[in-house]
């Protein structure tokens, strides 16, 4: 399978404890998405990175977030004394940057659940 | 006022109906448009991007109204297959020149037997 994928699919911590994602994209795809959905809303655009570069993050990424694509191929997703308000569907995207295109194909996401 | 909106739904229709749905956004500088789909409990996926000229695949139809900053997305003869939540996409210029891409909500389609 050559799609997106993303790692742990399920994700149960105790509120205070640090999690890491994990997302490979496409291995062609420069550009790189991460976005958080709650139940009946669209995904919300958290971060993004273009190869290694991150060129873009939202203000709803408070200082306990943390991206990084170190190769430019995967990228990791931490969050730092997670709180229940962080209970949400993580998902990744990627998409290449030939013809300006913005067509993402996302990941299956991670379900982060905060007790 | 949300930068890209949408009716939430439901739309409760019987098989065979055409259905539509529009989706509106506030930023004029937007460039780029899509329509995705996303089932219950999974991934959104890619179901058409919307061109200037309008554009059609299969049953699907997708139309952008600059002036009126909306796009929309039309379903002929629907499925029960299409029941699923579809998305509005809308890009605009974003930071450093990378692109700031808005989700809508999503509007829920269920189509009857």
């Known amino acids: 399978d050559t799609g997106v994928s993303q790692n742990p699919r399920h994700k149960i911590t105790k509120r205070g404890q640090n999690v890491t994602f994990r997302c490979d994209p496409i291995?062609?795809?420069?550009?790189l998405y991460w976005y958080r959905q709650t139940l009946g809303q669209g995904p919300e655009f958290l971060t993004y990175f273009q190869n290694e570069a991150q060129l873009e993050k939202s203000r709803l990424l408070s200082d306990r977030f943390s991206a990084e694509r170190p190769k430019g191929s995967f990228s990791t997703l931490e969050i730092q004394r997670t709180e229940q308000g962080d209970s949400a569907m993580y998902l990744c995207a990627s998409s290449w940057d030939r013809m300006a295109s913005y067509e993402q194909y996302f990941g299956p996401g991670t379900r982060l659940t905060v007790t | 006022r949300k930068e890209v909106e949408q009716d939430p739904g439901p739309f409760n229709v019987p098989e065979g109906a055409t259905v539509a749905f529009n989706c509106t956004y506030s930023n004029s500088a937007s460039q780029s448009f899509f329509w995705y789909r996303q089932d219950c409990r999974k991934e959104p996926k890619l179901l058409m991007s919307?061109?200037?000229s309008g554009n059609e695949d299969g049953r699907f139809t997708a139309q952008l109204n600059r002036a009126s900053q909306y796009i929309s997305l039309l379903i002929r003869d629907s499925k029960l297959s299409d029941s699923a939540t579809y998305l509005c996409v809308v890009a605009s210029p974003g930071y450093s020149s990378a692109s700031k891409i808005i989700f809508g909500s999503g509007t829920r389609l269920s189509i009857r037997p």
């Open positions: 919307v061109y200037s």
């Open positions: 291995s062609e795809h420069n550009r």
